[in-house]
C-alpha cells in the first residue's frame, strides 16, 4: 500500500510540474497588457537581473533576441593543453562553454611547449562591434595557426571567418578601433623583415542592428585587408602585444612589465606614427584596456595598482591597491567595470570604477580552467 502511495504521488507531482511550466510558457509578461507593449515597458529596466527572479517569462524574455542585450564575460579557457571558450552571465552567476569553431579546417593551437616551460604560447583576440575575433596563434613547429580570422557572434551563437590573411602570423600586435580590426608586425614561419614591419587594417563595415543572412553575406564579400603606413622597424614582433584603441588612436608598446621599452601611438584619421608620451610610457606597466575607448586603465602588474591616465597632466592616477591585483596579466574595461585577469590565469578580479568607492568582486574561473584571455561582449542568446 505505501509503495503505491509513493508511486502515485510522484505521478501528481510530474503533473503538477508539467501544468507549471506549461503555464509558465503561456504566461503573459504583464497580465492585462498586449505582449509588444508589455516588453517595451520591461525592456526599459536598466538592470536585467531584478527581471531574472520574478518569473519564468520574464526570465525567457531577457534572453531572448528582442530583449537589449546586457553584456557578458568572454574568456579564452585553458585545459590539459586543450583551448575552449566560455561565457559568464552575470545574472545567474553561470559558465556556459561556447559552441565549438567549425572542423574544417580544424583549429590546432599550441599553447604549452617544452621550450617555453614558465609561460603560455599567446592566443591574439580582438572584440569589435559585437564580436570575438581570433586573430592569431601558434601551431605545430610554430607556424602560424590561424590563416583567416575566427568570428564568433553571441547573437547568433554562430562562428565565420574573416578575410584571409595574405601572410599568416603570431607574435604580432593586435588591437580594434572602431568597427576596424588592426595586425601589426608580427613572424610567420620565420621571420620576415617586411612583415615585421607591416600594419594592415580590417573594417568590419558592421552595423549594430539584426541583418538578413543576404545583407551579411553581401557585406562579408566586401570584407579585405588594407595596407596602412608601416612602422619604421621590426621591434614590435618580439612579443604578443595589444595595441589598444583611445581616442581614434592606437597606443602600444614593445615589452611587457616593468622592463624598459618602445611605445608608438598610431593615428587612424592620419594614418601616422609618433613617439608615446613620456609619462604614459614610464607608467605603462602591466596590461592596459580602454573603456569606450575614452578613458585608459592599467594595472601595475608588480604592485596590483590599478590607475587611470590622465591625459592632460600626462600621468597615470592610482585609483586602489589590492593583493589580488598582483600579477595581472589581462585586463578589459566595459559597462563601468575593469576585469583583471590575475597572475597564471587563476582568476577574474572586477572592479567597479563608476562608484565613488571602487569595489571589487572575484568570478570564479571554471574548475581545472586557466584563463588565457577576455573580452567583454553582449549576452548570448538563448
Same mark, same amino acid.
Given at each position: 500500500?505505501?509503495?503505491?502511495?509513493?508511486?502515485?504521488?510522484?505521478?501528481?507531482?510530474?503533473?503538477?510540474?508539467?501544468?507549471?511550466?506549461?503555464?509558465?510558457?503561456?504566461?503573459?509578461?504583464?497580465?492585462?497588457?498586449?505582449?509588444?507593449?508589455?516588453?517595451?515597458?520591461?525592456?526599459?529596466?536598466?538592470?536585467?537581473?531584478?527581471?531574472?527572479?520574478?518569473?519564468?517569462?520574464?526570465?525567457?524574455?531577457?534572453?531572448?533576441?528582442?530583449?537589449?542585450?546586457?553584456?557578458?564575460?568572454?574568456?579564452?579557457?585553458?585545459?590539459?593543453?586543450?583551448?575552449?571558450?566560455?561565457?559568464?552571465?552575470?545574472?545567474?552567476?553561470?559558465?556556459?562553454?561556447?559552441?565549438?569553431?567549425?572542423?574544417?579546417?580544424?583549429?590546432?593551437?599550441?599553447?604549452?611547449?617544452?621550450?617555453?616551460?614558465?609561460?603560455?604560447?599567446?592566443?591574439?583576440?580582438?572584440?569589435?562591434?559585437?564580436?570575438?575575433?581570433?586573430?592569431?596563434?601558434?601551431?605545430?613547429?610554430?607556424?602560424?595557426?590561424?590563416?583567416?580570422?575566427?568570428?564568433?557572434?553571441?547573437?547568433?551563437?554562430?562562428?565565420?571567418?574573416?578575410?584571409?590573411?595574405?601572410?599568416?602570423?603570431?607574435?604580432?600586435?593586435?588591437?580594434?578601433?572602431?568597427?576596424?580590426?588592426?595586425?601589426?608586425?608580427?613572424?610567420?614561419?620565420?621571420?620576415?623583415?617586411?612583415?615585421?614591419?607591416?600594419?594592415?587594417?580590417?573594417?568590419?563595415?558592421?552595423?549594430?542592428?539584426?541583418?538578413?543572412?543576404?545583407?551579411?553575406?553581401?557585406?562579408?564579400?566586401?570584407?579585405?585587408?588594407?595596407?596602412?603606413?608601416?612602422?619604421?622597424?621590426?621591434?614590435?614582433?618580439?612579443?604578443?602585444?595589444?595595441?589598444?584603441?583611445?581616442? &581614434?588612436?592606437?597606443?602600444? @608598446?614593445?615589452?611587457? $612589465?616593468?622592463?624598459?621599452?618602445?611605445?608608438?601611438?598610431?593615428? %587612424? +584619421? /592620419?594614418?601616422?606614427?609618433?613617439?608615446?608620451?613620456?609619462?604614459?610610457?614610464?607608467?605603462?606597466?602591466?596590461?592596459?584596456?580602454?573603456?569606450?575607448?575614452?578613458?585608459?586603465?592599467?594595472?601595475?602588474?608588480?604592485?596590483?595598482?590599478?590607475?587611470?591616465?590622465?591625459?592632460?597632466?600626462?600621468?597615470?592616477?592610482?585609483?586602489?591597491?589590492?593583493?589580488?591585483?598582483?600579477?595581472?596579466?589581462?585586463?578589459?574595461?566595459? &559597462?563601468?567595470?575593469?576585469? @583583471?585577469?590575475?597572475? $597564471?590565469?587563476?582568476?577574474?578580479?572586477?572592479?567597479?570604477?563608476? %562608484? +565613488? /568607492?571602487?569595489?571589487?568582486?572575484?568570478?570564479?574561473?571554471?574548475?581545472?580552467?586557466?584563463?588565457?584571455?577576455?573580452?567583454?561582449?553582449?549576452?548570448?542568446?538563448?
Amino acid at each position: 500500500m505505501n509503495n503505491s502511495t509513493t508511486a502515485c504521488a510522484a505521478v501528481n507531482r510530474r503533473k503538477t510540474l508539467r501544468h507549471r511550466q506549461k503555464n509558465d510558457d503561456h504566461q503573459s509578461l504583464i497580465p492585462g497588457l498586449p505582449e509588444d507593449i508589455a516588453q517595451i515597458c520591461l525592456n526599459l529596466v536598466h538592470h536585467p537581473s531584478t527581471l531574472f527572479s520574478v518569473c519564468h517569462s520574464w526570465r525567457k524574455l531577457i534572453y531572448s533576441p528582442s530583449f537589449p542585450p546586457f553584456l557578458s564575460l568572454y574568456a579564452l579557457l585553458l585545459a590539459k593543453n586543450q583551448v575552449e571558450f566560455a561565457c559568464f552571465d552575470p545574472i545567474s552567476s553561470k559558465w556556459q562553454l561556447l559552441p565549438p569553431p567549425p572542423p574544417d579546417p580544424p583549429l590546432r593551437i599550441l599553447v604549452k611547449h617544452p621550450s617555453f616551460i614558465s609561460r603560455n604560447l599567446p592566443i591574439q583576440s580582438v572584440s569589435v562591434s559585437g564580436n570575438l575575433i581570433l586573430l592569431a596563434a601558434t601551431a605545430d613547429q610554430f607556424q602560424p595557426a590561424i590563416s583567416r580570422p575566427l568570428i564568433f557572434n553571441p547573437t547568433v551563437k554562430k562562428w565565420s571567418y574573416g578575410p584571409p590573411l595574405a601572410a599568416p602570423r603570431r607574435w604580432c600586435a593586435a588591437g580594434a578601433l572602431g568597427n576596424s580590426v588592426y595586425v601589426a608586425s608580427g613572424v610567420g614561419s620565420h621571420y620576415n623583415a617586411e612583415v615585421a614591419r607591416s600594419v594592415i587594417k580590417w573594417d568590419l563595415d558592421n552595423s549594430s542592428g539584426p541583418e538578413s543572412d543576404r545583407a551579411h553575406y553581401k557585406r562579408k564579400r566586401r570584407w579585405k585587408w588594407e595596407e596602412m603606413s608601416g612602422l619604421k622597424d621590426g621591434k614590435f614582433s618580439r612579443e604578443a602585444i595589444e595595441a589598444i584603441g583611445w581616442k &581614434g588612436k592606437l597606443c602600444m @608598446v614593445n615589452v611587457k $612589465g616593468d622592463a624598459a621599452k618602445q611605445g608608438i601611438i598610431y593615428n %587612424v +584619421e /592620419t594614418d601616422t606614427w609618433q613617439d608615446m608620451p613620456e609619462g604614459m610610457l614610464s607608467g605603462w606597466r602591466g596590461p592596459v584596456a580602454a573603456m569606450a575607448e575614452e578613458i585608459l586603465y592599467m594595472v601595475d602588474e608588480s604592485k596590483g595598482v590599478l590607475r587611470r591616465y590622465d591625459e592632460e597632466e600626462d600621468v597615470w592616477v592610482e585609483i586602489l591597491e589590492n593583493e589580488m591585483l598582483k600579477g595581472a596579466e589581462h585586463v578589459v574595461a566595459d &559597462g563601468g567595470r575593469v576585469c @583583471v585577469v590575475g597572475g $597564471g590565469g587563476s582568476g577574474i578580479v572586477v572592479v567597479d570604477v563608476v %562608484v +565613488e /568607492t571602487p569595489r571589487l568582486v572575484v568570478v570564479e574561473t571554471p574548475v581545472g580552467f586557466q584563463v588565457l584571455n577576455i573580452h567583454v561582449l553582449p549576452r548570448m542568446s538563448h
